[in-house]
């Protein structure tokens, strides 16, 4: 079993910046890939960005990219998702999520093992 438990979220102003943090426990947190996905209302849950086991692959949504970064500290069972130049259409749950059994980076969600409650963005116009 995997607990994971996000926080860092807020409201903020466009242009702005937050760091989400994600908090694992429960088994080793260096032996698995880790996500972020995110949902608004009305909307699918999306793919944020991805990172394997050590921190050395990264991957990320289009939408993000170059505004967005992944990363983790295994010492800590901490990842992160450094958020800059926040957009009015980047507000959204934003959930993490384990992958016990990918040896890379994993983009689709059905393959996490293991999700967080989400924690709420806000993004103000």
């Known amino acids: 079993q995997v607990q994971l438990v996000e926080s860092g979220g807020g409201l903020v102003q466009a242009g702005g910046s937050l760091r989400l943090s994600c908090a694992a426990s429960g088994r080793t947190f260096s032996s698995y890939a880790m996500g972020w996905f995110r949902q608004a209302p009305g909307k699918e849950r999306e793919f944020v960005a991805a990172?394997?086991?050590?921190?050395?692959?990264?991957y990320y949504a289009d939408s993000v990219k170059g505004r967005f970064t992944i990363s983790r500290d295994n010492a800590k069972n901490t990842v992160y998702l450094q958020m800059n130049s926040l957009k009015p259409e980047d507000a959204a749950v934003y959930y993490c999520?384990?992958?016990?059994?990918?040896?890379?980076?994993?983009?689709?969600?059905?393959?996490?093992?293991?999700w967080g409650q989400g924690t709420q963005v806000t993004v103000s116009s």
């Open positions: 999520a384990a992958d016990m059994y990918t040896y890379g980076v994993e983009l689709e969600s059905s393959r996490y093992d293991y």
């Open positions: 990172i394997n086991w050590s921190g050395s692959s990264t």
